[in-house]
């Protein structure tokens, strides 16, 4: 069976919470990688930003969306989403665009178990974590050339 361990990227790139945006992005299209593990000083992970991270500061500002009931205004959009979407827009550091507290694997959970996480949650990006420490990072081209291989024996 084929594992997290057996297909994970080893030599993790990561940033610090504190890392400016635009290094952020460099490194993801230099490195030609989807996403970056966020780790603190003593190396615990918290968070994960992703192209898609840097790509929502493009967006259009969501507008609330509301209707009126006996004279009342009841809103159908809550203020936090509106909030978050707006930091992350003028986000300037990795840790004001970043997504806090991501989902992880160990490194024995299986392939099978992996691509169902990154389908069912739409990620690419999942840090594999031993014991609380960053161990590896598996993107969906990991998954993609464990395939091809296998489809060569």
């Known amino acids: 069976m084929v594992t997290a361990k057996d297909i994970m990227t080893k030599d993790v790139i990561t940033v610090h919470p504190e890392t400016e945006i635009i ?18 000083q003593e190396g615990r992970l918290r968070g994960i930003i992703c192209q ?5 500061q493009q967006k259009k500002l ?32 990795v ?9 992880t694997v160990a490194p024995e959970t299986s392939l099978e178990d992996i691509a169902t996480l990154m389908v069912k949650h739409t990620i690419h990006t999942l840090p594999v974590l031993d014991q609380d ?6 993107g969906k081209e990991d ?3 464990t395939l091809m291989s ?4």
């Open 23 to 40: 290094h952020a992005a460099k490194l993801l299209l230099e490195h030609h990688i989807n996403g970056l593990p966020v780790v603190d």
């Open 52 to 56: 898609d991270d840097l790509i929502a």
């Open 62 to 93: 969501p507008l609330p969306s509301f209707f009126i009931l006996l004279d009342s205004i009841i809103p159908l959009t809550s203020y936090k989403k509106i909030e978050k979407a707006v930091q992350k827009m003028a986000a300037i550091t």
């Open 95 to 103: 840790n004001e665009a970043m997504t806090p507290n991501p989902i």
């Open 133 to 138: 420490k960053l161990v590896g990072i598996i």
């Open 143 to 145: 998954i993609l050339r």
């Open 150 to 153: 296998e489809e060569k024996k």
